[in-house]
Structure formats: C-alpha cells, structure tokens
C-alpha cells in the first residue's frame, strides 16, 4: 500500500424526505445563492421542498447552469455573487450544477485577476466559500469530494480544479430524487460511477486488499441494481443502493493507498469538448480501447476483476481478462449506453489526430497509471474506439 | 436502507514514517500534553520519534494509563491540563490511550461539577478541546471515531460516551508499529477489529448491499492477512491491510444506514470489569453464544456470511449459519484466542447471575438489534459461554 493522506468533512445526510433538514445545516443569517439547471427541479418537486425548508432564509436564485458547467454563464453568477454579497451557496442539481458551484466557492474567494487563472494553472484552493448541495442525480460524487470540472466552449476546453477548500460542507441525499430522472441520465449515472471505480482500480497490482475488495463492492453493487433502476425508478431499495455507490465511487476513499488510472476521464473530456456527447457515454467509448490497448499491464488485475466481479473462473490470466472487457462492454450495452465513437458522430475520421495533436500542445505530464502514455498511444486509442 | 447522517472529519495520515508528519498538524503555539501508557514506546522507538517530531513544540508529558482506561487516572491528567494551560492534547498509544484522552477532550472544556457524569448521565460532547492521535495499535479504530469507552474501578464500571466533538483532528498511522506489538496485542487487535465489523454486520438482514459487502470486505480482509501478522509482523503489507482494516472496521461508515447490534460488547464489558479480561477476548467468548441463542434472527445473516466470507456453498440456510459460527470460534482459535469463560477463569460460577442483576439494577434499555434483549436472556447467553 502507497502512502496517504485522507481527510472528507462532508455530512452527508441520506434517506427519504431529507430535504426537509436543509434548515438546519446553512446559518440563519447567510445570503445564500441557490444554483440549479435547466430548470426540471421545478417540475419533479425538489425546487419547491427546498423553498419551503428555506423559507425563513435569505435566497436569491440562479438558474441555467448546463451539463458540462460554462465557464460564461458561471462568470455571470459569480457577478451576482458580488453584487448581492452572497455568503453561502448552495448548489440543487446533479454533478454539473455542484461543479459549477465548486468553481464559484472558488472564484468568490480568489485574489487573483483572473479566475480562469484557477482553471489553466491549475492552483488548489484551500478556502472557497462554504456551500452544501442537494443532490438531483446521483452520478458523479461532486457530492462528496473537492474536485470539479468545468468547460469553456469558446476554447473548447474541459479543465479540472479542486483543492481541500471545496468539499460541499453538507450534501442530501434523497434516493426519492430518482423517480423524475430520465431512463438516458439514470444510464449515464450508472455508466460514470462504475467507470469512476475502474479508473482507481483497473490498474498494475499493488494488492492492497481492502481498496481493492472496497472497489469490486461498488461495482458488483451497481451491477446488480442497474437493472432494479431502470426497471422501476420508484424501487427505493434499489435507489438507495445506487445513490450511495455512485457517492462513494469517487469521494477518495478507494483511491487511497492505490494507483490511480484516469487516461479514459482525460480521453473522454475530449470527445464531450469535440462533439459534445454525455461525459458518461464518453467513458463507455474510450475505456474498452485503453484496457485492450493496455492489456499487458492491466491484464493481472482485470483477471481478478473478472473472477470476484464477473465470477469467471474459467480460462487463464489472459483469458479472464479479455473475457472481463467483453463483459463490461455488455454491461454498457444493457444500459442502453453504446461503445463505439461511430454510434454516436459519423464526423469520426481524423477525431484520434484531433485530440493527439491537442494533447501535443499542452503541457504533456503523461496519462495512465504511470503518466507514461504518449499522445502517440491516446491516438491509437482512440482509433481502437472509432 | 435506513436513513443516516454520516461526517467523519478525522484526517488520516498513513504510511511508512509518517510520525514525522506530526509537526504540521498541531498549531505551532499550542501547549500540548502528550499522553500515553505504560512506557513501551520508549522501547520501540516511537517515544523518540515523537519527540523529534515535536522538538520546536512546547510539549508536557502524562504517562501510565492503563488498558481500559482508569478515570481515577484521568483525573490526575485533567489536573495537569488546568494547571499546566494545556491547549492541545495528543495520545500516542492505542484504544486505552485514545479513549482516555478522549474523556479528557471532553472533560477540559465540562461545565458541569462533576465530570463522571459525562459517562453516567452519557452527556454528549459537541465541543471538546482539539486533539491528534499517533496510533501503536491496530484494533479500536478509536482513531477515527468519536466514541471512548472508560472504565472506574471503584464502582467496577465500564461506562461509553461520545459526541460530534470528539473526533481526532488527526490521526498518523505508520504500519511500522507493528513490528514491537506483542502477539498476544496483534491477536487482540484482530479480534476486536473482526467483532466490530460483526456488531454492524450480524443482524436481521435489510439488503443495503453496499454497506454488507464494505463488512464482507474487512472481515475477508482480517481473515486473509491475520496468519501472516503474526507470523511475520515485519510483513509490511500484511501490517498494512491490517491497520486500515482496523480503522474502517469503525468509524462509522459500515455503520450508517443498517441496524447495529452491539449486545457482544456490552455483556462482554461487564467481563472485564468483573474478572479484567482483555476486551477482545471477552468478545470471543460472548460472540458464539450470542449468535447460537439469538440463531432464528440471525440467520440469514448468518448464512450470507457464510458463503460470502468463508466460501461454504454446502447445505441450506440453518446449516451454513452453524458452519458460519463453527468458522468464527476456529479463526479466533487459529489467533491463539479462546471462547469459553472457563479458559479465563475458575470462578465463572454465578458469572451469569451476576450480570443480569447489575443491567437489571441499572435503567435497562434491552441489547441487541431490537432493543429486546432481557437481563434473563442475557444470563442464558452468558451460561452458554461457560
């Protein structure tokens, strides 16, 4: 096991009507901004249960945060953030919304000129402004971490930030908030958690054996209940289970201690900048290709994912390992979530070189679990998933 | 799955060396009291380390708490932080040490007169004064958690307390450690570790498969790595799994959202107090004879671990549930532990009775998963421990 340090002060609260505390975790004398999207909170209920938990609480709203944060529109909130001196914020949406919201703890807070300075050089932020979350969709685990993604169309750029400030102080969980979501996102949740844990497990072997049993948790978990929550979104059971895989999927824990991959995340962030496909679908595409591309480095460890998650027992290293990502393809395909780049543009030709040559022209540290991939190898890969 | 509320704001530090870390994480103008038990840190080297890590500290010493942690002795100490100012406490030991320091947390900032009744009246500590912890020990997860269990001679009383004040600000954990424990403390720490996990795991089943396979986890992982600590507790790898077993067996997370039990600990705290048998071996004899007598609840619990944790595939659910308890008694053998009251003790006659008096003179709540066990059933469980 590496060496590591972990630390996550976010209270989750999680169960059935919870929305209803929300009251009592912001102070009473805050101006709170409560950031949301496209604007279905205020069809499936959640929008008035938080106006009615904070109705002696001082609110201005900002709706109109997209999938895929814009760095634009996060810059006309953080105007009214100024302007109306807001001291807390609170983000009532699925992992775009609370993203967003991260980038606004941030920018609030920064000293500097530019806070798209945050974005390109990358600078860690140790205090943003406080805010809790209501989380609509269960997916990412924005919820529960301090890391965000935000986008700038007009660049076509999808950039990371994060840092030790920007972990939501409170986040609530109510699996009820499933009902209202779509068969196409509760796919996409699905796909992006499971795709979360493999980028922290499906990596050379260190045997560090709790983060990797933790791990195939998670993952055997949201097998068995993809199929409960697309059936029947009102399952809560089900719902319950989902939610809070997806939330511990990427709050840091299974990380600790282990290599971490995140080539498919960097890959994928490039066909979502390029043809604006859902961040989940981008994963399904891409991490086939990395694992087969890989397949000599990864092959210990995907045979062992195929044994204790897939319970194939059959056949040699080799072969349980190439028979785990023919699995894991089906996994995808039963979700209705296709895994090939062609499924989804027919603009395909010449996208490998695109994103090779953009890649080129960053700063290159590398991809994978040894920072050793090459633009050169992120082509082939991407060539393997046309 | 039941509805929770989960912060842990613990931050850990692991890995190799890591004790040397300590200087950042305590404020450079606190005054620290540095507690900790009978002096074999100074054999292993840890008291050094410590030191040196803390030379540009002002630090006063406490030593001498004993295993399950005296309160006359933690008054001394509470006597040395009013007299001495101290503004910062760090226990270096393990459970005992963290537990005491705890009450002292605790008790530095009572307003109350009489700080025993944070224990009788179990007052609840939202605020106590800022500690970090260096563990030696792999067993309580006192480390990250905020929960003490403090015992009073005079009234042979082992009395538990707690609050969201009583986290650690931090805890270092260096698997190093391991190597001076003696076997008798390993083998305590793993059966301690594996019996948390089945407090919160070995009830009436509700599905919440997440958490169950998180449990699954640590107990496999405790089973697996067990042989190899105590054979070779330089096996740093092994010392690893080991000690983050330990940590995650209880600080809540497998916790949240499922029944606990907790009825193994309790009866097996009024053996301590009665005959001063260590903690972990009261639970080995109190944990068999729980699950046999509470056998109709249990056991689809009972037979899930089973298959899941000890492979047996043979028989329908009553067999695998017995086999399950078989499995249990012979891992606490193989740690060189023994499970009958007898093996500790020629005085057990009347052991029974005695208990169930004293909980029926206290304000009995009942023990168990429901809350419904009497004192006479728990002088049966008792019996059947013998």
Known sequence: MNNFEFKNPTKIIFGKDSISK???????????????GGGSIKKNGIYDQVK??????????????????????LMEALKVIKDENISYLLAVGGGSVIDGTKFLSAAALFEGNNPWDILVKNIKTDKGMPFGTVLTLPATGSEMNSGAVITRKETKEKLTMGGPGLFPEFSILDPQVITSIPQRQLAN????????????????????????????SILQTLIEV??????DPTNYKAASDFMWSCT???????????PGDWAVHAIGHELTALFGIDHARTLAV????????????????????????WNITEGNTDAKAHAAIEKTEAFFHQL?????????????????????KRFTERQWLGLGEHKSLSPDMVEEIVKMAY
């Open 336 to 356: 209705g979530i296709d895994t090939k780049l062609s499924d989804y543009t027919k603009d395909y030709e010449g996208t490998a070189e695109t994103i090779s």
């Open 286 to 309: 891409i991490a086939p290709s990395h694992y087969k591309f890989n397949f000599e480095a990864k092959k210990e460890k995907l045979a062992q994912y195929a044994e204790r998650v």
């Open 189 to 216: 949740g699905l796909t992006d958690a499971f795709t979360h844990v493999l980028e922290q497990y499906m990596t050379y072997p260190i045997n560090a054996r709790l983060q990797d049993r933790f791990a195939e």
């Open 52 to 73: 009615t938990a904070l109705a002696n609480h001082d609110v201005i709203e900002f709706a109109g945060i997209p999938a895929n944060p814009e760095y634009a529109v």
């Open 22 to 36: 929300l009251s009592n975790e912001i102070p009473k004398d805050a101006k709170i901004l409560m950031l949301y």
């Open 226 to 231: 993809a199929p409960k929550v697309l059936k």
């Open 248 to 258: 511990m999927a990427l709050n840091g824990l299974i990380q600790k201690g282990v």
